[in-house]
């Protein structure tokens, strides 16, 4: 069973950057993106962005688009959230996750996650 593990979390004041990695413990052949996805506290989990493994095309959700970037690097089998310009807003965990029947934004779509790693954004 695919294993995902998060690192990178932790807080910064509004305007700063963090960079949260997501270590895949397997690629295959139909194992073809990874999204992150982040939830706060009372809310729904939401997509955030996510990548194709093969040919590297990405998707933003509009509220972090321009500020986070998405990556991945196949040797070392981990994608990575760049996130800049924080906002208190961003304050979530983020989970990554793989295993998609469409690879959207969807959490519904995802069947395997990792444990979430906590992000606080001070005002």
């Known amino acids: 069973q695919v294993q995902l593990v998060e690192s990178g979390g932790g807080s910064v004041q509004a305007g700063g950057s963090l960079r949260l990695s997501c270590t895949v413990s397997?690629?295959?052949?139909?194992?073809?993106?990874v999204a992150w996805f982040r939830q706060a506290p009372g809310k729904e989990r939401e997509g955030v962005a996510v990548?194709?493994?093969?040919?590297?095309?990405?998707i933003y959700a509009d509220s972090v688009k321009f500020r986070f970037t998405i990556s991945r690097d196949n040797a070392k089998r981990t994608v990575s959230l760049q996130m800049n310009s924080l906002k208190p807003e961003d304050t979530a965990i983020y989970y990554c996750?793989?295993?998609?029947?469409?690879?959207?934004?969807?959490?519904?779509?995802?069947?395997?996650w990792g444990q979430g790693t906590q992000v606080t954004v001070s005002s």
């Open positions: 996750a793989t295993d998609a029947r469409f690879c959207g934004l969807g959490p519904r779509d995802y069947n395997a």
């Open positions: 990548i194709g493994l093969y040919d590297g095309g990405t």
């Open positions: 397997e690629y295959t052949a139909r194992r073809t993106c």
